[in-house]
């Protein structure tokens, strides 16, 4: 059983729209919980960050974490064509300090149809 | 403040050469990553260093890829002969010392072609 499970499935959505991405994962000890966006040719970069259970949101953006479930979604709201991205979820549990190894899922590819 | 920089962007050898990568990581970041993204999967851990101490390289594949960092300034990756296998794309990242979970800063990657 991979640690994190990302359907990689491409998503297009109109301008505006609201998109929801999600993952799940196998390890109970994971307490970080990001997702970072990468355009192409790019190297991924951070856009949400959370500790443990609960939601943050930046802006029209909003991260949702269930660690009951085992279940991390990530909202983008008012979808806009710059936010055409890949969307990759990652997690780390609490390691040695400084080290931050994350384990990513696959990625969503997202497309914002002006 | 500047990013964390990879050469080559990409790079073209055959099976059996060698090939090294380089990052510069951020200046002042004391943690340096190195991941890898092969075709149709996730991007993995491959190793961590901490100034020019190697943390954990347990996500190294096999004896044939080499990681030192110099002065615990810039790090290189070699891949000592490369297979088909080792094509992908390689991802360097950097992070401030000693930060609890401190965020990750990646560079733009060296996609390694190997024919």
């Known amino acids: 059983q991979k640690e994190v499970e990302q359907d990689p499935g491409p998503l297009s959505v109109p301008e505006g729209a609201i998109v929801s991405l999600n993952c799940t994962y196998s390890n109970s000890a994971f307490q970080y919980f990001m997702w970072y966006r990468q355009y192409s040719r790019k190297g991924p970069e951070l856009l949400m960050y959370t500790y443990s259970s609960g939601n943050k949101e930046d802006g029209r953006f909003t991260a949702q974490v269930d660690k009951s479930s085992k279940y991390i979604s990530l909202f983008i709201r008012d979808s806009q064509p710059s936010d055409s991205a890949t969307y990759l979820c990652?997690?780390?549990?609490?390691?040695?300090?400084?080290?931050?190894?994350?384990?990513f899922g696959k990625g969503n590819q997202v497309v914002v149809i002006p | 403040e500047a990013g964390v920089t990879q050469f080559p962007s990409h790079s073209v050898i055959e099976k059996g050469q060698t090939v090294t990568l380089r990052c510069d990581p951020i200046s002042g970041h004391d943690n340096l990553y190195w991941y890898r993204r092969v075709m149709g999967k996730e991007i993995k851990f491959l190793l961590h260093f901490v100034k020019e101490s190697k943390q954990d390289e347990s996500g190294m594949p096999n004896n044939r890829f080499l990681a030192e960092r110099t002065g615990g300034t810039y790090s290189t990756l070699k891949v000592q002969p490369a297979e088909l296998e080792d094509s992908g794309v390689y991802f360097c990242?950097?992070?401030?010392?000693?930060?609890?979970?401190?965020?990750?800063?990646f560079g733009n990657g060296t996609r390694l072609t190997v024919t």
């Open positions: 990652a997690m780390s549990a609490r390691l040695n300090y400084g080290n931050n190894r994350l384990a």
């Open positions: 990242a950097s992070s401030r010392g000693f930060v609890d979970n401190s965020p990750l800063h």
